[in-house]
């Protein structure tokens, strides 16, 4: 189209040359009718090509909103996936609370429950002191007897008392001399006193400290 126009305007350029030279009035007008052909064929092929660039730029549109639709169309299938797979996993775990929750009412874990709870609470202080001493374990002379649990006031007079009682060497109790516990050991005899800041503790079988706080209020009121 454009080669056509630039023809059109060459040759009306020579048809004014033309007019010039032999001074006739029709060439003029002639290249007057060539040179709005010329123009009206410019318009054309300028319109032509603004429609051209109007129908690329809506194609380009209508892919861009296709890829945009397509790319939310596979964001909501991915978040339906996800919720679907959150749902699964819901379910499989109050699946597994349901049956942990049927297990755990098994009649026959409930007796069982209750029956231990039963024997747990028929046992006797008393009855666990009796079987240790049944096994022999009280009964070993080797044994160390327990500490005595003597009241505070107790300990607060005997940490200042002379009253003689003797240690067992390499033996962490103090007795009174007549503890049953002794038998024929060797004895150091010394100040309760003395024993306490040593570092021995009173033998649970003669209760050195009770028995000699005893005595000192005894003393005290005599």
Same mark, same amino acid.
Request: charged share 35%; glycine share 4%; proline share 4%.
């Given at each position: 189209?454009?080669?056509?126009?630039?023809?059109?305007?060459?040759?009306?350029?020579?048809?004014?040359?033309?007019?010039?030279?032999?001074?006739?009035?029709?060439?003029?007008?002639?290249?007057?009718?060539?040179?709005?052909?010329?123009?009206?064929?410019?318009?054309?092929?300028?319109?032509?090509?603004?429609? =051209?660039? !109007? %129908?690329?730029?809506?194609? &380009? +549109?209508?892919? @861009?909103?296709? #890829?945009? /639709?397509?790319?939310?169309? *596979? $964001?909501?299938?991915?978040?339906?996936?996800?919720?679907?797979?959150?749902?699964?996993?819901?379910?499989?775990? =109050?699946? !597994? %609370?349901?049956?942990?929750? &049927? +297990?755990?009412? @098994?009649?026959? #874990?409930? /007796?069982?429950?209750?029956? *231990? $709870?039963?024997?747990?609470?028929?046992?006797?202080?008393?009855?666990?002191?009796?079987?240790?001493?049944?096994?022999?374990?009280?009964?070993?002379?080797?044994? &160390?007897?327990?500490?005595?649990?003597?009241?505070? /006031?107790?300990?607060?007079?005997?940490?200042?008392?002379?009253?003689?009682?003797?240690?067992?060497?390499?033996?962490?109790?103090?007795?009174?001399?007549?503890?049953?516990?002794?038998?024929?050991? &060797?004895?150091?005899?010394?100040?309760?006193?003395?024993?306490?800041?040593?570092?021995?503790?009173?033998?649970?079988?003669?209760?050195?400290?009770?028995?000699?706080?005893?005595?000192?209020?005894?003393?005290?009121?005599?």
């Amino acid at each position: 189209m454009l080669y056509i126009v630039l023809i059109l305007v060459l040759g009306a350029l020579g048809l004014v040359v033309a007019a010039l030279i032999t001074a006739e009035s029709l060439w003029a007008w002639i290249s007057l009718g060539v040179s709005v052909v010329a123009g009206i064929l410019l318009l054309i092929d300028w319109w032509r090509r603004r429609r =051209a660039l !109007r %129908a690329a730029d809506s194609a &380009e +549109d209508t892919a @861009d909103a296709s #890829d945009t /639709e397509a790319s939310d169309r *596979a $964001d909501r299938a991915g978040d339906a996936e996800e919720a679907d797979e959150a749902v699964g996993t819901a379910s499989s775990k =109050a699946g !597994r %609370a349901v049956e942990d929750t &049927e +297990d755990a009412e @098994d009649p026959e #874990d409930v /007796e069982d429950i209750e029956d *231990a $709870d039963s024997e747990d609470e028929e046992i006797d202080p008393a009855a666990s002191t009796a079987l240790l001493a049944s096994s022999g374990e009280l009964d070993d002379p080797d044994a &160390e007897p327990a500490e005595e649990r003597a009241a505070a /006031e107790d300990v607060r007079i005997v940490s200042v008392l002379e009253d003689e009682v003797v240690v067992v060497d390499e033996r962490p109790r103090y007795h009174l001399t007549d503890c049953t516990w002794l038998q024929t050991r &060797e004895t150091i005899p010394l100040p309760v006193r003395e024993a306490r800041e040593l570092g021995f503790s009173p033998c649970g079988r003669c209760w050195p400290d009770a028995t000699l706080a005893r005595r000192s209020r005894e003393r005290a009121e005599a």
